[in-house]
Each structure stands twice: as C-alpha cells, then as structure tokens.
C-alpha cells in the first residue's frame, strides 16, 4: 500500500514539474497582427476623450466672435474649431473621461445655451494640458 502511494505522489510530481516546461509559441501570423497593431498605437497620439461643444452655426463670424470671447474668458481651456458643411462647431477642452467633461459643461451651461458633451479623439497633449 505504501508503495503506491509513493508511486502515485512520484507520477503527480512529475506530470507537474512536466508542465512547467510548456512552453508556447504564437502562430507567426497573430505575431505579425500584433507587432502591427503595437506600431500603429506607438505612432497614433490620439486617444477617444471628450469635449464640450459650445456652438454649432453656420454663420463663420459668429464662431470667431464666441471663440473670442471664450478664449478671453477661460484661457486654461483648450478651444478648437471643426468644419462639417455646413456647420461650424466649437469646442472646449479635452477629457479622458465623460464626467471630468460635465463638469465644465455644467459651469459653462450658465453662459452659453445649449452646450452638450461630444465624443472626439484627442490629442494626449491636450489630455496633459487639462490637468
């Protein structure tokens, strides 16, 4: 009875000791796929954040005019400018997350109308500016 159960501990051990010793090598194809996918995010500075869009017209006075005055205003925060025919959109700041946005948004709701919060890709730059 002894014996076997020596015997059995032995064989345990080494189908344990015979697993360390797996050793795994990725298919050449999902290693290519995945070096090109690391170069490509080494290269992209952009990452999805969010913005406050302050203005949408199609009026390109109106935008400067507000842009002005906002960059007079607050001039901590980033503000940009993006052409969709036909609408102009304003937009402050850079945030990685939706709630760190809202909190502007609710500060500048007081005094701009209809202010909301977008989804856009931002500079990592302008990520570090906003902290």
Do not use: C
């Not at 697993?19 to 999902?30: H, I, K, L, T």
């Not at 005055?69 to 901590?76: E, G, I, L, M, N």
């Amino acid at each position: 009875m002894r014996a076997l159960l020596v015997l059995t501990l032995l064989t345990a051990a080494s189908a344990v000791s015979a697993q360390r010793m797996v050793a795994v090598s990725p298919d050449e194809d999902v290693s290519r796929v995945l070096n090109l996918f690391s170069d490509i995010n080494e290269r992209e500075s952009k990452v999805e954040g969010w913005r406050v869009q302050l203005l949408a017209t199609t009026d390109r006075q109106q935008l400067e005019t507000t842009e002005r005055k906002f960059r007079a205003d607050y001039p901590s925060v980033t503000v940009d400018w993006v052409h969709n025919k036909p609408y102009y959109k304003l937009r402050a700041g850079a945030f990685f997350t939706r709630q760190e946005a809202e909190r502007l948004r609710q500060n500048l709701s007081q005094e701009y109308e209809g202010v909301y919060l977008v989804k856009d890709q931002v500079e990592e730059s302008e990520l570090l500016k906003m902290y």
